[in-house]
């Protein structure tokens, strides 16, 4: 794992004294609210419905167990005791008071963290796949890249007033994991007769108007990524609309512009400024990609492992949904659920940090990952260590078997915290969760994305979800729209609009008629949602969810 | 012809906390809003709301909310600032903790 150079270190001292003195300053009325807002975005630090919100970045998702046992502790000095971790790969504070904010920061600082650049129309923290350095697809490690970009975008002079945020994701494999073609930037790792490179997608985006990303450069080399990228932002920069927040981001850039007009400007920037980079960049890269080196793999027994399996159906369970294969076959990646029914999606409280980071530093080379799925990921795992990993997360009610289920759902914060949000998601998440598990139908229905956004913005994704949820304020009173078929992998597709929406009290009993419906036109247990919608449409959905009766009473 | 004007309270974020506040008669800020003071009037609610907007040094944000007489006080009439008088629904956090 990376860990910080000198300058890191002091960079980021640095900007928690600074803002230390901006907070003081604030308090003492030496500075007003307009002139202090940009100045604690620029830290992370929003005002929420109920309280100031600080959003602290997970670079690509990536935790050692210090730093992880760090946000707990966090969580239970300053916070309510729980911390929330975002679709983003950032873990959000709900309940921080304002006086506290820098000591916080200071905390973070002490293991190699920071909130900077998690708002604001910046580069905002690189998020890359989950399964980063352990997936058996895998071409190469993406997190070396992902270091090296943020770097390149901490405080970078010509990049801090961009005409809005700018998000980019990175995997190294062909099965997308981090929703690269719904980033401003996206970024694959791929290989051309032997030689590494990446794929570049530009303008992907979800928000008020979804657009999938659309390939800027089939394969770029190595050794032109950051010029190449500096380029993409350089010329967005001066083209992306200022005049229009809604028109600002590069998606709209791209779609007005057009990809291959705006592929030009790019090549010509790009010819321009690719001589200013003379090397220095990749040598950092290689100095970052040492620290990535992966671990000393400890040869495991499995049998333990078989044992176990054979003795515990729990267990068994658990190992099903929770287990995807890692590139070496006495190891597994371990998915820890943080959507235990009826509990919040993405919370994890002080004691439950403190728990994954001791499983971590124990037995799985003291690594963490957070996924943009809100779960929390230990990478690197023996077989053999799992009953003992299980038994653990039992304990403290880590150990819930549901990943890629129906209870296994994004949903952003909503109008329980969010300032921005028009319907609450948590409660519909959780219900969702209840219910299906009351039903007994969750193994069932098997794999399923839902995703639930509180407003137009889609930090909860819903675009993209197999089901996609997206709460609204019609009149004064919330009402959820239903979107089906979405997809956020490497065949990233936006879903469809069922119709009318529903309000807060019919739309458990809205999706329960979707999965019902499912039940019945599957072709058989093995055939998907997803695979049972892109056969048959939208009609035999559409008239489970709008029953006849119903649709001749609004004619 | 204007449209009939909704009563309005005043409210927003307090600095330090950064919690929900209102604006009483009394020119103070309270955390219940059953205590705020119910504007009938569209003038008078401009002249509370640029007052408000004065108050930098103890709240953030402050804004006009509709609002209607309650049996003891202004309450929302809207969810949004319905939840803003309690709290999230997922914790019993917030100003609900404590009633």
New interface residues.
């Given amino acids: 794992m990376y860990t910080y150079s000198d300058f890191d270190e002091a960079f980021v001292r640095e900007r928690v004294a600074q803002f230390r003195g901006q907070v003081e300053r604030?308090?003492d009325?030496s500075l007003?609210?307009d002139e202090f807002k940009p100045l604690r975005l620029m830290n992370g630090l929003y005002?929420?419905?109920?309280?100031?919100m600080l959003r602290v970045a997970i670079p690509y998702g990536t935790l050692s167990s210090r730093q992880m046992r760090q946000l707990g502790y966090i969580a239970g000095k300053w916070d309510?005791g729980y911390g929330h971790f975002t679709t983003r790969q950032n873990i959000q504070y709900?309940?921080?008071?304002?006086?506290d904010i820098p000591d916080m920061l200071d905390a973070l600082a002490d293991v190699q963290m920071h909130a900077i650049q998690t708002s604001g129309n910046t580069i905002r923290n690189v998020t890359a796949d989950h399964f980063a350095g352990a997936a058996a697809d895998e071409i190469a490690d993406p997190r070396p890249v992902a270091e090296l970009l943020r770097q390149w975008s901490t405080d970078h002079a010509e990049f801090q007033f961009l005409p809005r945020k700018f998000k980019i994701a990175i995997t190294g494999a062909p099965n997308d994991r981090a929703v690269i073609r719904a980033h401003d930037i996206g970024l694959e790792i791929v290989e051309r007769d032997g030689e590494v490179g990446y794929r570049v997608f530009v303008g992907g985006g979800l928000g008020r108007t979804p657009m999938i990303g659309k390939v800027v450069r089939d394969f770029l080399p190595r050794l032109d990524l950051l010029p190449y990228i500096e380029a993409i932002l350089s010329v967005y920069n001066l083209l992306g609309r200022r005049d229009n927040k809604y028109k600002a981001r590069i998606k709209i850039t791209v779609h007005e512009t057009g990809i291959d007009e705006i592929r030009g400007m790019i090549e010509e920037r790009f010819a321009e400024i690719r001589p200013e980079f003379t090397g220095v960049d990749q040598q950092i890269l290689a100095g970052i990609e040492a620290q990535f080196a992966p671990p000393a793999f400890r040869d495991a027994d499995p049998a333990p492992y078989l044992a176990a399996r054979d003795a515990d159906p729990v267990f068994r369970a658990w190992c099903d949904t929770n287990l995807t294969a890692h590139k070496r076959d006495d190891h597994a990646i371990v998915s820890i659920s943080l959507k235990a029914h009826g509990k919040?999606p993405g919370d994890a409280t002080a004691e439950q940090m403190a728990v994954m980071a001791d499983l971590a530093e124990r037995y799985a080379y003291d690594e963490l990952r957070i996924s943009h799925e809100q779960n929390v990921i230990l990478p690197h795992v023996p077989r053999t260590d799992l009953p003992a990993i299980h038994a653990a997360l039992k304990e403290v009610g880590l150990a819930t078997a549901n990943i890629g289920l129906v209870s296994d759902i994004i949903a952003c914060p909503g109008?329980?915290?969010c300032a921005l949000a028009t319907a609450?998601s948590?409660?519909v998440a959780?219900e969702i969760a209840t219910r299906f598990e009351e039903l007994k139908l969750e193994h069932d229905i098997g794999a399923l994305k839902i995703k639930i956004s509180g407003c137009i913005n889609a930090c909860g994704h819903h675009h993209v979800g197999h089901i996609g949820i997206l709460g609204l304020?019609r009149a004064?009173?919330?009402n959820y729209q239903i979107t089906l078929g979405g997809d956020g992998t490497e065949e990233t597709t936006i879903g469809t609009r069922t119709g009318p929406g529903f309000a807060y009290d019919e739309i458990v009993p809205a999706i329960e008629r979707i999965l019902f419906a499912y039940l019945d036109l599957r072709e058989d247990a093995s055939e998907t949602f997803l695979e049972t919608y892109r056969r048959l449409g939208m009609a035999p959905f559409k008239a489970a969810l709008y029953p006849v009766k119903e649709r001749a009473d609004a004619a | 012809m204007s449209r009939t004007f909704t009563p309005k309270v005043v409210t927003a974020n307090a600095l330090l906390e950064g919690d929900a506040v209102w604006l009483t008669a009394a020119d103070t800020w309270t955390r219940d809003m059953g205590e705020a003071e119910l504007i009938e009037d569209p003038g008078h609610a401009e002249l509370r709301l640029l007052h408000a907007q004065g108050e930098t040094e103890t709240v953030v944000g402050a804004y006009l909310a509709d609002a209607k007489a309650g049996p003891t006080g202004p309450v929302p009439t809207h969810f949004r600032e319905a939840f803003r008088t309690r709290g999230p629904s997922n914790y019993a956090h917030g100003k609900q903790e404590g009633a």
């Fill in positions: 604030r308090i009325g007003t609210e005002l929420q419905l109920h309280a100031y309510k709900n309940w921080p008071k304002l006086r919040t109008m329980d915290y609450r948590i409660p959780q304020d004064g009173v919330e």
